[in-house]
């Protein structure tokens, strides 16, 4: 029995090495990183990445003929079809709920955390279909896919800002590329999307890592979200990466008073086989630089301070668990209140009325030295800036250049969003306050959502720090709520008949004024009298 | 304080004024006010009714339900060889009693002797030659004539041939409907991979070249396929198998129709609207393994693959105690896609030849052209009948519903399959290709125009609905304008009454 997995291992590992078969030879990689956080909260990052061998984006200018067939192995169908159907060459998909704590939690693994759905994807140019017809297309086929209102990031919502979007893999320089971004705040993540999502996978959430995607914990969990990332590596092929982030509190219940946790208490699960086509399949804990704490079982390896579990070669049923022997310090925690990032932010919108608001953005620069950031805001129309009002001050006092290298899209009403994107340069250990007018808009009565009242989520500002020369992370701010002037949607007919009668009042008065006939009456003035 | 001066009958004080006298007043002007709000009512009116009318644009109704009351016959013509015309009338005769008996509705069958028969390539003639068995190449027949009673043999045969559907009055509907385009989707299913006993890929494209693309050539004038293939490890099923006591386990024929876990398996996405063919190898797992089929009556079948009529076919596929390599072995691509072949040819229609038939063995093609020939009649056949009733059940529909709006692609659709079905008729005689290239045409306009998205437009907001929200405004405007006028016309024609008595 314990001999089998070494063996399974051998012949994965032969049929890697020897490719014995015609077509594209797929790999496929899954890994868990847990890590307990400081404020005693667990960060786990699932990814599941499948690599086709050799495989490379459909060249636009053939979109309109027959598609060569298409032989997956361990690549999705669903979603291989997708991307061949309208020749996209890099695809990024995030659904999150919650906000991200970033100077509690730290920067995320996968860096798209933005609060709802995201969706962005580079798309050659060329050939018979237009890139805005694809990106249409692709937005209401992966809609069908993850059963998700993606359909509903359209052309109001979509913009193309390039320099905080660059490709992640590589772009084939046959045709010249455009990116289409949109984002809806609105759009919630639930156990629906996870179901379709898990069958991307090839095998599905049944052994492997992927047991432990237990949709009644990880949506449970404070900060949750899945991503579909499909990239082009010029030299190596197509790679898909389906991830899963969440962060789990099991100091939640009043009771608990240690941070104790284990796959049992985060997932309900624990993994009891190994996925039989996974080359290879890591689960990794960060483990804590100082205090003391127990860690079972034994990890397969230690590398950079982190224990490396292969799923392959543990014994299993592989019940994770770490535990301390000492009470959870929450004083402690809270007073160690020095950010993780080098970045704080903050995003206000403050609405004296139903026609004009004032939004305030905040960035907090914890660093020694002064650091330049891009600032994204990509604004629904809903809400359109007077960028003449636009005024930065560092602690209180303005400054004129703080704000540089302006490039603006303005909104057009009832069919494009605005792009403002700005370079901030923030003074070291300071906080620089962006402040600007914005006018609310008033809608006609069919644009309102089902539920008006609640009012219009707007999509997270990106931040993007400009001095870390390599892959600088993207940093979201959570979204926030405009509040639109909302006619009385409970009786419409009534306003109508009650509008019409008014009206012809006011018409049936005029006209008997102008038409009516004055004539003499003569009155004796002895009657009268 | 002066009492108010009055004033003398017909005279007024300096101060007021005769209202007759201003210009306000004047009839001509009044007249005119009103006149002026008639006419932009009757001016308005046409803009009105143009704009919230519903565009019908008329339909051929008259050219449409003579196209549909028309029968359409097929010709076919076999040329019996024979140096005396002996079989050939006694031939004819009984195929006529085939015809008289309604089995061959939609076909005529022309028997015609000659000493020397013309070898053609159209799918209209066919040529029965004397021979020792009974034996088909190309559009040819050998067939031993012996005495009367080989006519008899012979007329089935034929029958056999040219419309098997109709001979064996093919109620089981296996095949799918008729589409110019299919997506073929091979699934390799493990039930559970994990449990050992997977097969973790297969060589599908050398095996699609081997068993699939010789049907799918054949086949090319009719359809156009789109091929994917996909491997699940994880494919579970949605009920118990049942065990037997020999340690097989097995699928009772209600397990079979209930055997796709659609909500566990994704077989292929949605995302086009090509219709899909299935082809499914499904590898038990180490616990359910090896799974079989039980007949009706409680036997194990000897056939481990099954169709789902219109929806695809199934192969159930045990790996043998043997097999090491986590890939498909050479008797498992065999075993897999030779069932998978003969499952995507009844799928497709393809008809079997009759079983006492030989084929020329020089002829390679995997389909005969006899079958070819009766694939197309079938399809023609089909296709006109599903024409003729879309078309019909269309004007039934459009003479029903008022507020259907009729637009320009509608209409042209319509018209579309009316000459479409007008030229199946003309070109019946001298080509089945392009005949039955026709009937499909027809088919797809007139399905594209019953389906046609914008004759739902203004069915959910009728006209009751919008009078209903204009009434207050208009009914209660028009009341005012309606009385002046009618007053302005008494008041008119009074005056003229004066004058002219006066």
């Known amino acids: 029995m314990v001999l089998l997995p070494r063996l399974y291992l051998a012949l994965i590992v032969l049929g890697a090495s020897i490719p014995c078969r015609a077509g594209l030879s797929e790999y496929f990689n899954e890994k868990l990183t847990l890590t307990p956080l400081r404020d005693g909260k667990v960060a786990s990052t699932f990814s599941f990445s499948t690599l086709l061998k050799g495989g490379s984006p459909r060249d636009p200018s053939q979109l309109g003929e027959d598609d060569e067939s298409q032989h997956y192995?361990?690549?999705?169908?669903?979603?291989?079809?997708?991307?061949?159907?309208?020749?996209?060459?890099?695809?990024?998909?995030?659904?999150?709920?919650?906000?991200?704590?970033y100077d509690r939690w730290g920067y995320p693994l996968e860096p798209g955390v933005g609060t709802g759905a995201e969706l962005w994807a580079w798309l050659g140019d060329g050939g018979v279909r237009s890139v805005d017809d694809r990106w249409k297309g692709l937005r209401s086929a992966l809609a069908g896919l993850f059963c998700s209102s993606l359909s509903r990031l359209d052309e109001h919502r979509t913009t193309s800002p390039a320099e905080t979007f660059k490709p992640e893999g590589s772009l084939p320089e046959t045709s010249h590329h455009q990116l289409r971004h949109a984002s809806l705040p609105s759009e919630n993540v639930c156990t629906e999307n996870l179901t379709p999502f898990l069958k991307l996978l090839p095998c599905k959430g049944l052994s492997g890592i992927a047991t432990l995607l237990n949709?009644?914990?990880?949506?449970?969990?404070?900060?949750?979200?899945?991503?579909?990332?499909?990239?082009?590596?010029?030299?190596?092929?197509?790679?898909?990466?389906?991830?899963?982030?969440?962060?789990?509190?099991?100091?939640?219940?009043?009771?608990?008073?240690?941070?104790?946790?284990?796959?049992?208490?985060?997932?309900a699960r624990k993994i009891e086989k190994a996925c039989p086509v996974a080359n290879?399949?890591?689960?990794?804990?960060?483990?804590?630089?100082?205090?003391?704490?127990?860690?079972?079982?034994?990890?397969?390896?230690?590398?950079?301070?982190?224990?490396?579990?292969?799923?392959?070669?543990?014994?299993?049923?592989?019940?994770?668990?770490?535990?301390?022997?000492?009470?959870?310090?929450?004083?402690?925690?809270s007073s160690t209140r020095e950010p993780l990032t080098s970045l704080s932010l903050q995003r206000t919108l403050r609405e004296s009325s139903q026609l004009d608001g004032h939004l305030t953005v905040s960035l907090t620069n914890h660093k020694d030295t002064s650091t330049d950031v891009l600032y994204l805001e990509t604004m629904p129309w809903i809400v359109q800036f007077y960028l003449h009002t636009l005024v930065a001050t560092v602690e209180g006092r303005v400054k004129v250049d703080a704000v540089s290298n302006i490039s603006y899209i303005p909104a057009i009403p009832h069919s494009r969003p605005t792009t403002f994107q700005a370079v901030l340069s923030i003074p070291p250990n300071s906080t620089l306050q962006l402040t600007m007018d914005v006018s609310k808009a008033f809608l006609r009565y069919t644009e309102h959502p089902p539920d008006a009242q609640r009012g219009w989520d707007l999509p997270p500002a990106i931040i993007m720090p400009l001095d870390d020369k390599l892959n600088s992370p993207r940093l979201y701010t959570p979204n926030i709520l405009v509040d639109l002037a909302t006619p009385d949607f409970s009786m419409p007919y009534n306003v109508i008949i009650f509008t019409c009668t008014v009206i012809s009042f006011i018409f049936g008065s005029i006209f008997n004024l102008m038409t009516r006939k004055f004539v003499i009456v003569q009155m004796d003035p002895k009657e009268s009298k | 304080?002066?009492?108010?001066?009055?004033?003398?009958?017909?005279?007024?004080?300096?101060?007021?004024?005769?209202?007759?006298?201003?210009?306000?007043?004047?009839?001509?002007?009044?007249?005119?006010?009103?006149?002026?709000?008639?006419?932009?009512?009757?001016?308005?009116?046409?803009?009105?009714?143009?704009?919230?009318?519903?565009?019908?644009?008329?339909?051929?109704?008259?050219?449409?339900?003579?196209?549909?009351?028309?029968?359409?016959?097929?010709?076919?013509?076999v040329c019996l060889q024979e140096s005396k015309p002996i079989f050939a009338p006694l031939l004819q005769v009984s195929l006529d009693r085939f015809t008289s008996s309604r089995i061959l509705e939609g076909v005529q069958i022309h028997i015609t002797g000659s000493a020397k028969c013309e070898t053609t390539s159209s799918g209209n003639s066919y040529i029965v030659k004397p021979g020792q068995t009974k034996l088909i190449s190309g559009r040819a027949l050998e067939f031993p004539m012996r005495d009367a009673r080989s006519v008899e043999d012979l007329t089935s045969t034929l029958v056999n041939l040219i419309v098997p559907h109709l001979a064996h009055n093919d109620k089981s509907n296996r095949a799918v409907?008729?589409?110019?385009?299919?997506?073929?989707?091979?699934?390799?299913?493990?039930?559970?991979?994990?449990?050992?006993?997977?097969?973790?890929?297969?060589?599908?494209?050398?095996?699609?070249?081997?068993?699939?693309?010789?049907?799918?050539?054949?086949?090319?004038?009719?359809?156009?396929?789109?091929?994917?293939?996909?491997?699940?490890?994880?494919?579970?099923?949605?009920?118990?198998?049942?065990?037997?006591?020999?340690?097989?386990?097995?699928?009772?024929?209600e397990d079979l129709t209930v055997f796709v876990n659609s909500a566990e398996w994704t077989l292929s996405s949605s995302f086009s609207n090509e219709p899909v063919i299935h082809l499914v190898a499904f590898v038990p797992s180490s616990d359910h393994s090896p799974l079989r089929i039980l007949e009706a009556d409680g036997t194990i079948s000897n056939s481990n693959a099954f169709i789902l009529p219109q929806w695809g076919g199934i192969v159930l596929y045990n790996p043998s105690e043997g097999e090491t390599s986590k890939q498909l072995s050479s008797r498992g691509f065999q075993d897999v896609f030779g069932s998978f072949a003969n499952q995507l040819l009844s799928l497709l229609g393809v008809p079997n030849l009759p079983a006492e038939i030989q084929r020329d063995p020089r002829d390679r093609n995997t389909i005969s052209d006899w079958q070819l020939d009766a694939l197309l009649r079938r399809r023609t056949l089909e296709a006109v009948a599903g024409?003729?009733?879309?078309?019909?059940?269309?004007?039934?529909?459009?003479?029903?519903?008022?507020?259907?709006?009729?637009?320009?692609?509608?209409?042209?659709?319509?018209?579309?399959?009316?000459?479409?079905?007008?030229?199946?008729?003309?070109?019946?005689?001298?080509?089945?290709?392009?005949?039955?290239?026709?009937?499909?045409?027809?088919?797809?306009?007139?399905?594209?125009?019953?389906?046609?998205?914008?004759?739902?437009?203004?069915?959910?907001?009728?006209?009751?609905?919008?009078?209903?929200?204009?009434?207050?405004?208009?009914?209660?405007?028009?009341?005012?304008?309606?009385?002046?006028?009618?007053?302005?016309?008494?008041?008119?024609?009074q005056q003229r009454k004066q004058t002219n008595n006066g």
């Open chain 1, 73 to 101: 192995t361990l690549f999705p169908l669903g979603l291989g079809q997708i991307l061949r159907e309208y020749g996209v060459a890099e695809l990024h998909l995030s659904l999150n709920a919650g906000k991200w704590n």
């Open chain 2, 177 to 253: 409907q008729f589409a110019s385009r299919y997506r073929l989707a091979f699934s390799l299913l493990n039930e559970d991979a994990s449990s050992g006993s997977g097969v973790m890929g297969w060589n599908v494209e050398h095996a699609l070249t081997r068993y699939i693309t010789p049907i799918l050539d054949r086949v090319s004038h009719l359809h156009n396929f789109t091929i994917e293939s996909q491997v699940q490890f994880h494919a579970p099923l949605a009920f118990d198998v049942q065990r037997l006591g020999n340690g097989e386990h097995s699928l009772s024929y």
């Open chain 1, 215 to 267: 949709p009644h914990k990880l949506f449970d969990a404070n900060w949750h979200g899945l991503g579909v990332h499909v990239l082009w590596h010029k030299d190596e092929g197509v790679e898909v990466r389906l991830t899963f982030q969440g962060i789990f509190d099991p100091l939640r219940s009043a009771y608990v008073r240690k941070q104790d946790w284990s796959f049992e208490s985060l997932f």
């Open chain 2, 1 to 77: 304080m002066n009492p108010p001066a009055v004033p003398e009958t017909g005279n007024l004080p300096a101060s007021l004024r005769d209202p007759s006298t201003l210009f306000f007043q004047y009839d001509s002007v009044r007249r005119s006010i009103i006149a002026a709000y008639w006419v932009a009512i009757l001016l308005a009116t046409p803009l009105w009714w143009y704009t919230t009318s519903i565009e019908r644009l008329p339909l051929p109704i008259s050219q449409a339900s003579q196209e549909i009351s028309r029968p359409l016959q097929l010709p076919v013509n």
């Open chain 1, 280 to 333: 290879s399949s890591e689960i990794l804990v960060t483990l804590p630089q100082t205090g003391e704490y127990s860690i079972s079982p034994e990890p397969t390896s230690i590398r950079n301070s982190m224990a490396v579990y292969d799923t392959k070669l543990v014994q299993k049923p592989l019940n994770l668990a770490m535990s301390w022997p000492h009470d959870f310090d929450h004083l402690a925690a």
């Open chain 2, 387 to 493: 024409t003729k009733e879309t078309l019909g059940s269309f004007i039934k529909l459009v003479d029903q519903i008022d507020n259907m709006p009729i637009g320009p692609s509608v209409r042209d659709d319509v018209q579309v399959a009316l000459s479409s079905l007008n030229k199946v008729y003309d070109l019946a005689s001298t080509s089945l290709f392009q005949t039955f290239t026709s009937s499909a045409s027809a088919f797809d306009s007139s399905s594209r125009a019953f389906f046609n998205p914008g004759m739902l437009a203004l069915l959910y907001f009728p006209a009751e609905h919008k009078y209903a929200v204009y009434t207050p405004l208009f009914a209660t405007s028009m009341i005012p304008l309606a009385i002046a006028a009618l007053r302005e016309f008494k008041i008119w024609k």
